[in-house]
């Protein structure tokens, strides 16, 4: 009996010093992610790239997204996104940066998204599917009533024709409005 609980004693001490992570469990945030990821369905023009996985070794999950769209005025670009993660997710909405500088009424010069799913329209029922849906949607129909770049909003309203031919040159690389775009053809 006494050799029979010393072995179980010392079986034990094996099992811990086993794995140097003794089972260490993942954030909620991080399970969420991780469902949502073998959950998305990517439509043709949008690819996924995870940057910092949602896993116990990294403090953010970050997730890159290029966004191709075929139609409409930003047909033709590549535009990538960056997604980050924080431990709140999905109770607290990704934070989302536009890494091209493009000249579209809804991301600023900086990049920053104005999208009313990731500030007040944010529930936690949303996930990572809706979020590419609704970028997509941004790149093909640019809101001018709820603007983070005045100016692009103003002109989409005033002048359509003339806010397309400034996308397409923004696109080009080029010059509009005394600042010069990034390249996403």
């Known amino acids: 009996m006494l050799k029979l609980r010393q072995l179980q004693k010392k079986k034990q001490e094996e099992l811990k010093g086993s794995n140097p992570f ?3 469990a993942l954030p909620a945030s991080r399970l969420r992610l991780q469902r949502d990821l073998h959950a998305v369905d990517l439509p043709p023009s949008v690819e996924l790239q995870v940057l910092n996985a949602p896993d116990v070794t990294t403090e953010l999950a970050l997730i890159q997204l290029r966004i191709s769209p075929d139609e409409n005025m930003y047909a033709g670009g590549h535009f990538i996104f960056n997604i980050e993660f924080g431990d709140n997710y999905p109770m607290e ?6 890494i091209n500088k493009i000249y579209h009424p809804n991301i600023d010069l900086h990049g920053n998204v104005c999208l ?3 500030r007040e329209d944010w529930s936690p029922a949303l996930d990572l599917q809706s979020i590419i849906i609704g970028l997509l949607f ?3 129909e640019p809101n001018p009533k709820d603007p983070l770049n005045q100016n692009a909003a103003d002109q989409l309203i005033d002048n359509k024709e003339t806010f397309i031919h400034e996308v397409k040159l923004s696109m080009a690389g080029g010059f509009v409005k005394n600042e010069i775009f990034d390249y996403v053809l």
């Open 93 to 98: 909405p990704p934070k989302v940066k536009c």
């Open 138 to 140: 941004l790149l093909l």
């Open 22 to 24: 003794e089972r260490t």
């Open 116 to 118: 009313n799913i990731l």
